[in-house]
């Protein structure tokens, strides 16, 4: 799949700056994020703030902005899930 014409939604349980070591976000970014940005793949991402409210809005009007399914939802095609150490 060319990363150029992929756009992954990125989230994170965590509600703070997306360079905080307790980010989601900034954790994936060395292991395996950068590269495929590199290689063209957009991705859409919390903006970081701890304001949760702010961050679920911000978020939730990016992913309606992606392409929908015929029922207005985003549609993907391919889901990454993770689990933590811990289970969560």
């Known amino acids: 799949v060319a ?3 992929c756009t992954m939604a990125f989230v ?3 509600c703070v700056p997306l360079d ?3 980010a989601t976000y900034h954790k994936a970014r060395p ?3 950068d590269a495929w940005m590199q290689q063209g793949l957009k991705v859409v991402v919390p903006s ?3 304001d949760a409210e702010k961050e ?3 978020y ?3 992913l309606l902005a992606l392409p929908q399914d015929a029922n207005g939802r985003p ?3 391919l889901l990454l899930i993770g689990i933590g150490l811990d289970g969560h």
Request: glycine share 12%.
């Open 75 to 77: 549609a993907f095609d």
């Open 20 to 22: 905080d070591d307790g």
């Open 31 to 33: 292991k395996f994020l």
């Open 60 to 62: 939730e009007a990016a």
């Open 12 to 14: 994170s349980h965590r």
């Open 56 to 58: 679920a809005a911000g």
């Open 48 to 50: 970081g703030s701890d």
């Open 3 to 5: 990363s150029d014409k």
